[in-house]
């Protein structure tokens, strides 16, 4: 019996991709709306419903769109989310800097305000590098394994005969893989294992060192005028 042809004219829709999941980075930045919540009112750049009610009105459509294979629109508003909450959180930090030598905020609240802003800081950025990195997850989906890219992940060093061999032969960086290069770059303030090649990854990384390090040095500041 004759296998089924694609009518003439009618275009041939590429195979869907499954790809890796695309929920924690959702919840990473619905994590950083959150966190928003712990810093006092005088500190923020707006209310704490507004930065959790855009970031659900911009992932929760991207996900939607995502299954649909709308890739543009996905990348649109996930790139909207992860900027608007980059923002914010460099706007709270300025308002923590200005407002430091006016002592008007408790140690507990400082201390709550830049515990926040570390945190965030760590998986904003960890979102950044997910989305760019070799394309962002819509492009990795479409490869079989991640050889390229810019960071250098330990697996991608392995030639492909011990990649096979442990089993990594198909092996692609994930939400998790990111979030660990950024909890380095925010306390070790180095990529540690994971070495930068592009030169965009490492403007980024400059900008995620600095903003920790400020707000560990406020805390230090602070701590030392307390005492």
Do not use: C
């Amino acid at each position: 019996m004759p296998s089924p042809t694609v009518p003439q004219g009618e275009p041939r829709q590429p195979p869907l991709v499954q790809g890796e999941p695309r929920w924690p980075a959702m919840v990473a930045l619905l994590a950083v709306s959150g966190l928003f919540s712990a810093i006092p009112p005088a500190l923020k750049v707006g209310p704490d419903w507004l930065f959790l009610l855009l970031v659900a009105a911009l992932t929760m459509p991207g996900a939607f769109f995502h299954k649909l294979r709308h890739r543009p629109v996905t990348r649109v508003l996930g790139y909207t989310a992860v900027s608007i909450m980059t923002l914010a959180m460099i706007g709270s930090l300025s308002l923590l800097v200005a407002r430091l030598p006016l002592h008007k905020e408790s140690p507990a609240e400082l201390l709550r305000a830049a515990t926040a802003l570390w945190i965030g800081n760590v998986l904003v950025f960890a979102s950044w590098y997910w989305r760019l990195d070799a394309g962002g997850p819509h492009q990795r989906d479409l490869r079989e394994s991640h050889t390229d890219g810019a960071f250098l992940f330990p697996q991608m060093t392995l030639t492909p005969e011990i990649r096979k061999e442990m089993g990594e032969d198909d092996w692609k960086p994930g939400f998790v893989d990111y979030l660990f290069l950024a909890f380095n770059a925010s306390t070790a303030f180095s990529p540690t294992d994971v070495p930068v090649l592009s030169r965009w990854a490492k403007g980024l990384m400059m900008i995620q060192s600095i903003i920790s390090l400020a707000t560990i040095a406020l805390l230090a500041a602070r701590a030392v005028n307390i005492l």
